[in-house]
Nanobody, 126 residues
Framework: QVQLVESGGGLVQAGGSLRLSCAAS????????MAWFRQAPGKEREFVAA????????YIADSVKGRFTISRDNAKNTVYLQMNSLKPEDTAVYYC???????????????????WGQGTQVTVSS
């Protein structure tokens, strides 16, 4: 069982930056691949970024490539999402997700993740 708690969301002007954090419980954090998804009002949840259990592989959605970076610190049981050059269309609730490292599914598939955080709101004003 893994519990995930996101933090770092807030209100920022377009062009600004935020860093989201996701703290995980348990001693097996390094056994999980991690990801960030987001969901805007009236839209489906969409993939943002993922990182392998070791941090050696990352996957970034085209919509945020070059602006967002995902990283993890297994010693701190935490995964991060650094968001730069934010745009109003980045406004959404951002969710952290975890899945067992042996999963063979594409990291962009929402249903392949076993554990989810409660989400943190990011609002980008124009």
């Amino acid at each position: 069982q893994v519990q995930l708690v996101e933090s770092g969301g807030g209100l920022v002007q377009a062009g600004g930056s935020l860093r989201l954090s996701c703290a995980a419980s348990g001693r097996t954090f390094s056994s999980y691949a991690m990801a960030w998804f987001r969901q805007a009002p009236g839209k489906e949840r969409e993939f943002v970024a993922a990182i392998s259990w070791s941090g050696g592989n990352t996957y970034i959605a085209d919509s945020v490539k070059g602006r967002f970076t995902i990283s993890r610190d297994n010693a701190k049981n935490t995964v991060y999402l650094q968001m730069n050059s934010l745009k109003p269309e980045d406004t959404a609730v951002y969710y952290c997700a975890a899945r067992w490292f042996t999963s063979q599914s594409s990291p962009v598939v929402t249903g392949s993740y076993n554990y989810w955080g409660q989400g943190t709101q990011v609002t980008v004003s124009s």
